[in-house]
């Protein structure tokens, strides 16, 4: 086991109606006039927004707003976000929604006090020291942008979706009533359910040894989300199977599974330039490329994911690499039967241009990235054709 830091900043209001605690959350953190950024509509159409705008008005609080956030959100709505809280004065930022309404909070958090252009921040350039406070009231789990300190934004000018952390950009606080996912799409639910799967599994697939603790932890939460799915998609007004997703969201990427160990993200890497490229959902882009990711890497490295086969799907197969075969499959039949897609045909991308995914994508990464296996562009480019 390596060592490491763990830093749970935020603070986790979970259950029915926590969402009209939103004034009373400002005020214990002292942000005394929020920017509320939120997408483009549901929030409006559920009345979740106006409920939010009593609460804080009731309290005395003032607030700006900016509607509008995209999926794979982008960077023109973070500089208008920018102009706008530095034109009104914010002094905090509320995100009402999902994960792109995280990620564009984080993103304006951090520029505020920054110099120069938040974009230096995602291309590595400069590192985020400092940050205005950010607050949840989450809608949508997937993510998990509600108890981490990461976020990701797609440059318009050369289509570019980059990500970057830091401690200071966890949520103060994150209101979490399951009852607000009810009437999410099956395909959205469905997709986020495999991001925060996603999430774990970037983690788990490492080549740390003696992490039996974070391993375990990390199989008993994709256990439950593989059990509850199935019970979400069939009730979606299933509270108990909402809840235990909401949370599994949550505990997916705030670090509880990440303990001691070299994590991944090869996956997320080879993903981002896929939606970036052909604008395909995030989560849906994930169910394509792991299959291919682990397809690939079981022929150089296949002991964890054997592992992940016996310990997740109780695979029966003492041989490493037929385990890992059967367990792969598993993972596709499981996404399949949930909805989501796992080629990118069925992404409904017809000859993808896989060559240009992996020139972008190592352009975006280095000459190699990964650890579970070192990935190059002609590695990349053989994912990309298994992907198809």
């Given at each position: 086991?390596?060592?490491?830091?763990?830093?749970?900043?935020?603070?986790?209001?979970?259950?029915?109606?926590?969402?009209?605690?939103?004034?009373?959350?400002?005020?214990?953190?002292?942000?005394?006039?929020?920017?509320?950024?939120?997408?483009?509509?549901?929030?409006?159409?559920?009345?979740?927004?106006?409920?939010?705008?009593?609460?804080?008005?009731?309290?005395?609080?003032?607030?700006?707003?900016?509607?509008?956030?995209?999926?794979?959100?982008?960077?023109?709505?973070?500089?208008?976000?920018?102009?706008?809280?530095?034109?009104?004065?914010?002094?905090?930022?509320?995100?009402?929604?999902?994960?792109?309404?995280?990620?564009?909070?984080?993103?304006?958090?951090?520029?505020?006090?920054?110099?120069?252009?938040?974009?230096?921040?995602?291309?590595?350039?400069?590192?985020?020291?400092?940050?205005?406070?950010?607050?949840?009231?989450?809608?949508?789990?997937?993510?998990?942008?509600?108890?981490?300190?990461?976020?990701?934004?797609?440059?318009?000018?050369?289509?570019?979706?980059?990500?970057?952390?830091?401690?200071?950009?966890?949520?103060?606080?994150?209101?979490?009533?399951?009852?607000l996912t009810?009437?999410?799409?099956?395909?959205?639910?469905?997709?986020?359910?495999?991001?925060?799967l996603a999430?774990?599994?970037?983690?788990?697939?490492?080549?740390?040894?003696?992490?039996?603790?974070?391993?375990?932890?990390?199989?008993?939460?994709?256990?439950?989300?593989?059990?509850?799915?199935?019970?979400?998609?069939?009730?979606?007004?299933n509270y108990?199977?909402?809840?235990?997703?909401?949370?599994?969201?949550?505990?997916?990427?705030?670090?509880?599974?990440?303990?001691?160990?070299?994590?991944?993200?090869?996956?997320?890497?080879?993903?981002?330039?896929?939606?970036?490229?052909?604008?395909?959902?995030?989560?849906?882009?994930?169910?394509?490329?792991?299959?291919?990711?682990?397809?690939?890497?079981?022929?150089?490295?296949?002991?964890?994911?054997?592992?992940?086969?016996?310990?997740?799907?109780?695979?029966?197969?003492?041989?490493?690499?037929?385990?890992?075969?059967?367990?792969?499959?598993?993972?596709?039949?499981?996404?399949?039967?949930?909805?989501?897609?796992?080629?990118?045909?069925?992404?409904?991308?017809?000859?993808?241009?896989?060559?240009?995914?992996?020139?972008?994508?190592?352009?975006?990464?280095?000459?190699?990235?990964?650890?579970?296996?070192?990935?190059?562009?002609?590695?990349?480019?053989?994912?990309?054709?298994?992907?198809?």
């Open positions: 086991m390596e060592n490491f830091t763990f830093f749970p900043a935020t603070k986790y209001v979970f259950g029915r109606g926590v969402e009209n605690q939103v004034a009373d959350q400002l005020k214990v953190f002292g942000m005394k006039k929020p920017l509320i950024v939120y997408g483009k509509g549901s929030v409006v159409r559920s009345g979740l927004l106006d409920r939010v705008r009593k609460s804080i008005a009731d309290a005395g609080i003032e607030h700006e707003e900016l509607g509008g956030v995209q999926p794979n959100p982008t960077d023109d709505k973070v500089y208008e976000g920018i102009a706008l809280a530095k034109e009104k004065g914010v002094d905090s930022l509320l995100a009402v929604g999902g994960g792109s309404s995280i990620d564009t909070a984080k993103a304006i958090a951090a520029a505020l006090p920054y110099n120069g252009d938040f974009w230096d921040f995602y291309c590595g350039k400069a590192k985020v020291t400092k940050a205005l406070p950010v607050g949840v009231v989450l809608t949508i789990p997937a993510a998990g942008s509600e108890g981490s300190g990461n976020t990701v934004i797609t440059k318009i000018s050369d289509m570019r979706k980059l990500g970057m952390g830091s401690d200071s950009l966890r949520p103060k606080f994150a209101l979490m009533n399951p009852e009810f009437t999410l799409p099956p395909y959205q639910t469905a997709a986020g359910i495999t991001d925060m999430h774990i599994m970037e983690r788990y697939f490492s080549n740390t040894p003696e992490v039996e603790i974070t391993d375990r932890v990390a199989e008993g939460v994709m256990k439950a989300i593989i059990t509850e799915a199935p019970k979400v998609m069939a009730d979606p007004e108990d199977a909402r809840a235990n997703i909401m949370w599994s969201g949550t505990l997916a990427h705030n670090g509880v599974c990440s303990g001691g160990r070299v994590e991944d993200w090869a996956t997320h890497a080879l993903e981002h330039e896929l939606s970036a490229l052909y604008g395909v959902t995030h989560g849906a882009g994930l169910a394509v490329m792991f299959p291919a990711w682990m397809t690939y890497a079981m022929r150089e490295n296949p002991g964890k994911l054997a592992q992940y086969a016996r310990r997740v799907f109780d695979v029966e197969e003492a041989d490493d690499t037929k385990a890992a075969a059967i367990g792969i499959e598993r993972l596709k039949d499981f996404l399949t039967s949930i909805g989501m897609p796992v080629t990118m045909k069925g992404l409904v991308i017809e000859n993808a241009d896989t060559a240009l995914l992996a020139q972008k994508v190592t352009e975006s990464k280095g000459d190699t990235f990964g650890n579970y296996i070192r990935i190059d562009r002609d590695t990349a480019r053989r994912i990309y054709d298994l992907a198809k």
